[in-house]
DNA sequence: ATGACTGATGGAATCAGA
């Protein structure tokens, strides 16, 4: 079973380069973020003819998020993080998928920091943490697939000194981070490659990418249950050297997974 | 450190991204 987290910046906009990727690599799940779309202008009939179901979230100009299943739709669990009524931003949704429950999630940026959508960042990773804990209890096969907006470690920045006080570096941000993977998350495509350095994005500023200048912060992290069924993870930056790219490139991992 | 690029909205200039 392979799985893949995509940030596309724009469903749209990318829709060519996403049904190139789809048809390229044929993931079993892909987990959609900043669809920049409303809910009615989702492109579901080419999803289809590219042979995948899909739930989604839209959102008009900003967020937005889905699970793509091939040849069946997502069962879907939850749309929208719990634990903030007043929260209307669309950044999670949640499906099982071959006895998996698969959360798509778009953690908030958070910059300027300090400031109030750096208080909005904060509050969202401690609402995940809550929904984290609740997976994690259930003993349910799990993974949390998206952009998370948060660079683990140093060797996940390519200027780390320059991050010290982004709101993707923060030790705020970090320690939230952290204090999720504890729970019992394995960050699977470093614990896959744990020295290599491997990056997601990279802006669209300054010949970024030629110069390899990028970040980690797109992740896939599985529940103890899942974690030993890991085979494989990486990134496809071909995606991201093609003409009119996602600033973000799709991360993957295979699992040996039979379904349940 | 900033914002040189990009997408969405709306039909120009602004917001947001990271």
């Known amino acids: 079973m392979r799985i893949a987290t995509f940030n596309i910046n724009g469903m749209n906009a990318r829709l060519p380069a996403l049904l190139q990727w789809l048809e390229e690599e044929q993931p079993d799940v892909a987990c959609l973020q900043e669809l920049k779309t409303p809910h009615e202008k989702f492109p579901e009939l080419a999803i289809e003819a590219a042979g995948y179901g899909a739930i989604w979230h839209g959102q008009k100009s900003w967020n937005g998020v889905a699970i793509l299943q091939r040849g069946a739709k997502p069962q879907e669990l939850k749309v929208g993080l719990p634990g903030d ?24 940026n958070g910059n300027p920091a300090p400031g109030p959508k750096f208080d909005y960042k904060l509050k969202w990773m401690e609402r995940l943490i809550i929904r984290g804990q609740e997976l994690i209890d259930s003993g349910v096969p799990a993974v949390l697939a998206g952009d998370f907006n948060v660079m683990p470690h140093d060797i996940d ?23 999720l993977v504890a729970q019992g998350w394995t960050d699977s495509v470093r614990a896959m490659h744990p020295d290599e350095v491997i990056y997601t994005f990279w802006d669209y500023f300054r010949n970024a990418f030629g110069r390899n200048a990028g970040i980690r912060i797109d992740h896939l992290l599985l529940s103890p249950s899942l974690a030993p069924s890991l085979r494989g993870a990486g990134v496809h930056t071909n995606v991201r050297a093609r003409e009119k790219p996602s600033d973000h490139a799709p991360t993957w991992i295979e699992l040996d997974w039979k379904g349940a």
Do not use: M, N
């Open 85 to 108: 009524e007043e929260d209307l931003q669309s950044r999670y949704i949640e499906a099982l998928v071959d006895g998996v429950v698969v959360a798509c999630l778009y953690l908030p």
């Open 157 to 179: 920045v390519y200027k780390p000194e320059r991050w010290l006080t982004d709101a993707l570096f923060r030790p705020e941000s970090r320690e939230a981070f952290h204090r």
